[in-house]
């Protein structure tokens, strides 16, 4: 079976500014059809990662790999498969979709006929005629997608693709990456909208103050924080206490009547008899997991970085 070469890979990717560490040692491999979460705090280093893999920031030491050739060393040949929006793109308002478009195929010395197939792709063709200062900020951020579409690229890298957005815009925007997704390209999703990561993107990566402190499957990384939801008629004062003093319990966060333990979900059984023994009346009992916010929050608060 032949091996793959990664899409992405980085190697003890590093970026100082004088003093400052803006991106320490950062070792990551994405694969072929990914659709990867690059998440953390402002400041965690996203934005400087994100550069140094497009070839616009050269790496302190370390190195960044597209297809397997170095950003630095062979920036064509790296970047030749890559579309990247990042940040607000400069568009002309007095121009329509189509003729932006244009400008930037005939920079790039692509054909106009992949304007059409684009414009499709992030279903603006009935507006492509249209200038761009009557756009809604969701048809903006589309055609941004668009322009970053352009030369047809196998790997993407979207930041902040939803921003701005009201939440029909931003549903639309994450059903054209789920599109483009099916497509099979790789794509590289920067948000801060958690929610919209968790269901996008299969893998994610967290940074804070440029380390990398959590990666991995996002089902897996949530299922470290799994434990049990349970829910008492009465006496829910007394059923913290009672499940604290179980050995298993690593602990207890009371809601109103509903509880979260921290406990192993094949002890659902144990704990509800361990309740009824008392004379308490569990009401519901079962797994409960934390959201990707939730785990987001808990590792960059809890990092002793």
Same mark, same amino acid.
């Given at each position: !079976?032949?091996?793959?070469?990664?899409?992405?890979?980085?190697?003890?990717?590093?970026?100082? &500014?004088?003093?400052?560490?803006?991106?320490?040692?950062?070792?990551?491999?994405? @694969?072929?059809?990914?659709?990867?979460?690059?998440? #953390?705090?402002?400041?965690? #280093?996203?934005?400087?990662?994100?550069?140094?893999?497009?070839?616009?920031?050269?790496?302190?030491?370390?190195?960044?790999?597209?297809?397997?050739?170095?950003?630095?060393?062979?920036?064509?040949?790296?970047?030749?498969?890559?579309?990247? !929006?990042?940040?607000? $793109?400069?568009?002309?308002? &007095?121009?329509?979709?189509?003729?932006?478009?244009?400008?930037?195929?005939?920079?790039?010395?692509? $054909?106009?006929?992949?304007?059409?197939?684009?414009?499709?792709?992030?279903?603006?063709? *009935? =507006?492509?005629?249209?200038?761009?200062?009557?756009?809604?900020?969701?048809?903006?951020?589309?055609?941004?997608?668009?322009?970053? +579409?352009?030369?047809?690229?196998?790997?993407?890298? %979207?930041?902040?693709?939803?921003?701005?957005?009201?939440?029909?815009?931003?549903?639309?925007? =994450?059903?054209?990456? =789920?599109?483009?997704?099916?497509?099979?390209?790789?794509?590289?999703?920067?948000?801060? !909208?958690?929610?919209?990561?968790?269901? %996008?993107?299969?893998?994610? /990566?967290?940074?804070?103050?440029?380390?990398?402190?959590?990666?991995?499957?996002?089902?897996?990384?949530?299922?470290?924080?799994?434990?049990?939801?349970?829910?008492?008629?009465? #006496? *829910?004062?007394? /059923?913290?206490? +009672?499940?604290? /003093?179980? $050995?298993?319990?690593?602990?207890?966060?009371? @809601?109103?009547?509903?509880?979260?333990?921290?406990?192993?979900?094949?002890?659902?059984?144990?704990?509800?008899?361990?309740?009824?023994?008392?004379?308490?009346?569990?009401?519901?009992?079962?797994?409960?997991?934390?959201?990707?916010?939730?785990?987001?929050?808990?590792?960059?608060?809890?990092?002793?970085?």
């Amino acid at each position: !079976m032949a091996h793959t070469v990664p899409v992405i890979q980085t190697d003890a990717l590093t970026k100082r &500014y004088g003093e400052r560490v803006a991106v320490a040692g950062l070792s990551l491999q994405i @694969e072929p059809g990914e659709v990867f979460g690059l998440l #953390g705090p402002n400041g965690a #280093g996203k934005t400087t990662t994100i550069a140094m893999l497009l070839g616009l920031v050269r790496p302190s030491s370390g190195r960044a790999m597209l297809f397997g050739h170095d950003v630095q060393a062979a920036p064509v040949a790296a970047l030749r498969h890559v579309g990247a !929006m990042i940040e607000a $793109p400069a568009f002309y308002p &007095y121009l329509s979709a189509y003729d932006n478009l244009l400008v930037l195929a005939r920079a790039g010395g692509l $054909p106009e006929a992949s304007i059409t197939t684009t414009l499709g792709a992030v279903e603006l063709s *009935a =507006r492509s005629r249209d200038k761009l200062r009557v756009y809604s900020q969701g048809m903006k951020q589309r055609l941004a997608i668009a322009a970053a +579409l352009l030369p047809n690229p196998a790997l993407m890298i %979207l930041d902040e693709p939803t921003n701005g957005l009201d939440p029909a815009g931003t549903a639309e925007i =994450r059903a054209l990456i =789920r599109s483009l997704a099916a497509d099979g390209r790789t794509i590289v999703l920067c948000s801060h !909208m958690l929610h919209e990561v968790e269901q %996008l993107c299969g893998r994610v /990566a967290i940074l804070k103050a440029g380390h990398l402190i959590a990666e991995g499957n996002v089902a897996a990384l949530l299922r470290r924080d799994q434990g049990l939801r349970v829910r008492v008629e009465g #006496g *829910a004062e007394q /059923a913290v206490r +009672l499940i604290r /003093a179980l $050995p298993w319990v690593a602990g207890v966060q009371q @809601e109103g009547d509903v509880l979260l333990v921290d406990a192993p979900t094949a002890r659902a059984a144990e704990l509800n008899a361990h309740l009824a023994s008392a004379g308490l009346l569990v009401a519901e009992i079962g797994a409960h997991s934390a959201s990707l916010e939730d785990f987001f929050l808990d590792v960059t608060a809890s990092d002793s970085r």
